[in-house]
Nanobody, 125 residues
């Protein structure tokens, strides 16, 4: 069982930056692809970014490409989401999720087995 805990959310002005962290406990992240998703009020959960188990591959939603960077630290058992040039449209609860990496990266939330509790990101204009 993989338990995930997100942190790093908060209130930031438009144009600012935040770094989210997703720490795994219970077992290591080794062998798991990890994705970041977000959900704004009244909207469906949407894909943001995903990273393969060895950090060799990453994939981003078009809406965040060039502004967000996903990375991971095996030593720290942590996956990060560095967010820059934030705008009010990025306001949402951000979740990390994990699934066994079988060679394909997925953007569909339904295929991820483990989820964190979420961290709120609010961008003011």
């Amino acid at each position: 069982q993989v338990q995930l805990v997100e942190s790093g959310g908060g209130l930031v002005q438009a144009g600012g930056s935040l770094r989210l962290s997703c720490v795994a406990s219970g077992r290591t992240f080794n062998g798991y692809a990890v994705g970041w998703f977000r959900q704004a009020p009244g909207k469906e959960r949407e894909f943001v970014a995903v990273i393969s188990w060895n950090a060799g591959s990453t994939y981003y939603a078009d809406s965040v490409k060039g502004r967000f960077t996903i990375s991971r630290s095996g030593a720290e058992n942590t996956v990060y989401l560095q967010m820059s040039s934030l705008n009010p449209g990025d306001t949402a609860v951000y979740y990390c999720a994990a699934r066994r990496d079988l060679g394909t990266l997925y953007y569909q939330p339904s295929v991820y087995n483990y989820w964190g509790q979420g961290t709120q990101v609010t961008v003011s204009s």
